[in-house]
């Protein structure tokens, strides 16, 4: 777990950006998961399937297990889908981030704070300005036995943090309930 007594170094330091421009994507989702769900969904729906045939008569628990495992498999391949399609993009403009389900823009001077709240391992970052806001997360990983961690998140969340500090020319961090803010 994070330790929230102290501010997150991200945001106790800040940058400037070099040179025009600079783009951030999430890590590459781990696609394991979502395989394993369809393949577990078609498992099972070919059993309720075989049942039916064999014997003429549905099993309920493999139809609600089957319709449970597909819904589990889209919800997971719509939630890769928007990872492998946002982007956080900075220039000498201002700040933008788009996704499949919002698109955000705000110029440097525009940006009325950064807040930081610790999540599991890693760090909700909210950029809020004044018509807009967008969030993202720091990268984690998570252990799963002796199988290659699971890793989600901005691999260079705390970095994306620090160019907005600098650029936006936010003031140190302060402590609001379990959040750090950076405030204009």
Known sequence: MLCVSAAPDFLLQSRRLEGSSKTFTPAPSERRGEMFA????????????????????????????????????????????????????????????RSPLRRASMAWDHVRSLRAIPVGRSWRVIVRGSDAQFQFRTASEIGLGTARPFRYGFPK?????????????LKDPEKSNEAWICRA
């Not at 577990?40 to 297990?65: K, Q, W």
């Not at 969340?157 to 020319?169: D, T």
């Open 38 to 97: 369809w393949a577990s969904a078609f498992v099972v729906a070919a059993v309720g399937l075989l049942f039916r045939i064999r014997f003429g008569a549905s099993v309920p628990l493999t139809t609600g297990l089957a319709v449970l495992l597909l819904s589990m498999a889209l919800l997971i391949t719509f939630g890769n889908w928007v990872d492998r399609k946002t982007v956080i993009t900075m220039d000498l403009d201002g700040v933008h981030f």
């Open 157 to 169: 969340g705390g970095e994306i943090a620090m160019l907005i500090r600098g650029q936006a020319g």
